[in-house]
DNA sequence: TCGGATTACGTGCACCGTAATGATC
DNA sequence: GATCATTACGGTGCACGTAATCCGA
């Protein structure tokens, strides 16, 4: 069994070429690696390097070392990262998400479905979010399409529609529907955390003024003091997200409706399973009813 | 990055149950690997472990990270262990056969090969031939039949045909050809290093009375002053191993023709077909003669 | 003269064993 | 009184840095 400090400093000439590069790298002086590199040789009983009068090379045998140690040093830097990745998952799940209202639905069936468990959740971008989850940083996440990527399983689990709300005398007030073309060119109320949805936004509305607000009070409050048009959706509405004396009006472009989908690791499936059957409970709660109407 | 030896120790406890057992098995004192679990949950930063006032357990992310030490150990291990066999396949080639004529095309031929390079053949069983092709203790195996295993590469190479010979006086000298029906029940010459041969003699001969004789010498010997009928291969004969005044009576049975593979790890196929395009010549020169007659 | 490898020497720390203590059955 | 874990203490091996030497461009 060899230390891993020899692998480490063996490992570090490999990459750096000369023992005073790759000391310099190690933190260590010179002498020090000379020995670890003897010490090498000893341990393997095998010659390891070139040696000429002041210049030392890995030979074959000396290279294909070098990679096993590469691994070995992987594996045992896994034991650390995998263990902890693991005890966090066990006392605190983060999801994260695309957009934020899939969050609201998840929380607290998370709340009902491991308890005792920290939960967090975040918005992020859509990448970030496949990496984060290849990472442990999350445990679920949600896209607004089918991953591809065979380490993940993915079930959809909601929908959702963007809408847009206006004073009730706005002359757009009286229409059911609108398009992306009517507003581009407008001035518009727009969420910071809107996710996804800002990235639709700014792509189909090349034209348009997006007034986005971080804050959702300061957007409240803009919504009800002044008449302009701002973002919302039909998921966020029937969640009680109302601003009195302005109406809803769908807006129609195939971009403004989304599917969500639920994703985690395969090894995670078991747990996916379980969310999924507890959630739909409460979107059918929360949805049900509207759908019905 | 954590020590070695304190995953060895986790190893170990997670295998023994107790501290006691394991700083048995480790040759080390409880106190010692007491210390090394409390450096651990340091190293960590996580609880490890249950602990009751004279008991200590893995906890769920104990076992996990015992499951992780686990394999950076192996990691750990097949560093030294694949180096080694690196090293050795570099300066020298063990071939191993299941029979001794196979050895006798090869050798040669990984002189030309592989100059420079130590050689060394051995016959031995067939099972055995596997595992040490898989140990790395072979770089080539010579087997009866493809082997079934899809980590290997196998080509056929050679075949041999099993021979008696007896004194030209002897009542079977006129026959051209004899079956392992007619051996059975006689007194029989058989060689000791025959290898695969042996067994199928006897599994064929089961009521004849094998002499087997572990010294070439002294089986030469024996077939020049006696008239007990022999054992011989027609490579054998075409190679020169002739008793003078013996005649050769090919054995009929299926069993007595074998076809050889020359089988490697496939990492390795590119020196298989090295050798086996020089070994082409060199078979085709020692047995085309006889195969045109 | 600088970049690079090695040898000689002294030091500090970390791991170990011994001994003792405490707890449970 | 077994078995098992933990704490306290003292010793030692060994990996490190410093200093010095040697070699080649």
Not at 175 to 180: E, K, P, Q, T, V
Not at 240 to 265: N, S, W
Request: with cysteine; charged share 25%; glycine share 4%.
């Amino acid at each position: 069994m060899i230390d891993i400090y020899l692998l480490e400093h063996l490992d570090a000439l490999a990459r750096f070429g000369t023992l005073r590069r790759a000391a310099e790298e190690l933190h260590i002086t010179e002498p020090a690696l000379s020995r670890s590199m003897k010490k090498l040789e000893a341990a393997f009983g095998v010659p390891l390097f070139f040696r000429e009068k002041n210049r030392i090379f890995l030979n074959e045998t000396g290279k294909y070392a070098a990679e096993c140690a590469k691994k070995a040093l992987d594996a045992n830097r896994e034991v650390l990262e995998k263990t902890l990745a693991f005890d966090r998952s066990r006392h605190m799940i983060v999801i994260g998400s695309c957009a934020p209202y899939p969050i609201r639905v998840l929380l607290p069936v998370l709340q009902d479905c491991f308890a005792g468990v920290t939960l967090a959740a975040e918005v992020a971008e859509e990448d970030m979010l496949l990496t984060g989850l290849q990472d442990s940083r999350y445990q679920f996440i949600v896209l607004p399409q089918k991953p591809e990527n065979d380490q993940v399983v993915s079930m959809n689990f909601l929908d959702e529609r963007l809408y847009i709300t206006i004073p009730e005398n706005h002359p757009w007030a009286l229409r059911d529907s609108i398009s992306f073309q009517d507003l581009d060119g407008s001035r518009l109320l727009v969420s910071g955390s809107a996710g996804f949805w800002l990235k639709i936004c700014k792509s189909k509305l090349p034209n348009a003024s997006l007034l986005i607000q971080s804050d959702a009070d300061a957007m409240a409050k803009l919504a009800d003091a002044s008449s302009l048009p701002a973002f919302n959706s039909d998921r966020m509405l029937k969640g009680g997200y109302i601003v009195p004396g302005r109406t809803a009006v769908p807006i129609i472009d195939p971009e403004a409706h989304v599917q969500y989908y639920l994703t985690c690791m395969k090894s995670n499936k078991a747990k996916l399973d379980r969310l999924l059957t507890l959630s739909q409970a409460r979107i059918i709660r929360l949805s049900g009813p509207s759908e019905s109407k």
